[in-house]
C-alpha cells in the first residue's frame, strides 16, 4: 500500500483541483481498487508477491480501462450522487479516462516507493523508485493531500448549498 486510504489523499486533491479535466469518482476507485489484490491476500491470504501483478504499470493499465468503461457505463448515476453533494464534476469521456489512469499510475508510484516487492515496469525486474521518497515523507504528503482535498470539497459544498449553484 501506503495502506489503502492514504491513497484517497492525491485522488481526491486532483479530483478536485482539476474538477473539468479530471472525473473524481474515476480517480477515487482508481486510487483504491488496485488494492483489492493486496487486501484479499491481507485477510485469505495467497500465495507469490503480496503486491502482485496488479502492482505494475502494466496491470494499472489494465484496471484503469476497466474502471474508465465502468464509471463512463454508470455515469449518470455516479452524476446524480456527487450532484447530491454538490460536487460538481467533468463526466466528459477524457475526464472519465483520465482520472482513471491518473488514479491507477499514481498508486503504483506511491507505493513503489515503499515496497521493495513491487515490480512497477515489469517486465523489466528494477525499481529505481524503491526509497526515494521516505515511508513517513509518503504518508505525510498522502494525508496533507486528503485534508487539502477535505477542505476543497467542505468549502464548495457550504459556498453552493449557501448561495445556490455559481456558474462558471
Ligand atoms: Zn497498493
Not at 42 to 47: E, S, W
Not at 107 to 130: E, G, Q, R, V, Y
Not at 133 to 138: E, K, Y
Request: charged share 10%; glycine share 8%.
Amino acid at each position: 500500500m501506503p495502506l489503502t486510504p492514504f491513497h484517497i489523499g492525491p485522488g481526491l486533491l486532483i479530483g478536485e483541483v482539476f474538477e473539468n479535466k479530471v472525473n473524481l469518482i474515476s480517480i477515487l476507485f482508481a486510487s483504491i481498487l488496485i488494492d483489492i489484490r493486496v487486501i484479499y491476500c491481507f485477510f485469505i491470504g495467497c500465495t507469490g508477491r503480496f503486491h502482485g501483478p496488479m502492482h505494475t504499470f502494466i496491470g494499472a493499465t489494465v484496471i484503469a480501462l476497466f474502471i474508465a468503461i465502468m464509471v463512463w457505463s454508470l455515469k449518470k448515476p455516479f452524476k446524480k450522487i456527487t450532484d447530491i453533494f454538490k460536487i460538481q464534476n467533468s463526466y466528459s469521456s477524457s475526464s472519465i479516462i483520465l482520472g482513471s489512469f491518473i488514479g491507477t499510475w499514481l498508486h503504483i508510484i506511491l507505493d513503489s516507493f515503499m515496497h521493495s516487492d513491487i515490480i512497477p515496469f515489469w517486465p523489466i525486474k528494477s525499481n529505481f523508485l524503491l526509497g526515494m521518497i521516505s515511508n513517513g515523507t509518503n504518508y505525510l504528503l498522502c494525508t496533507i493531500a486528503l485534508i487539502i482535498g477535505l477542505i476543497i470539497v467542505t468549502y464548495r459544498h457550504l459556498r453552493k448549498v449557501n448561495y445556490k449553484v455559481q456558474p462558471k
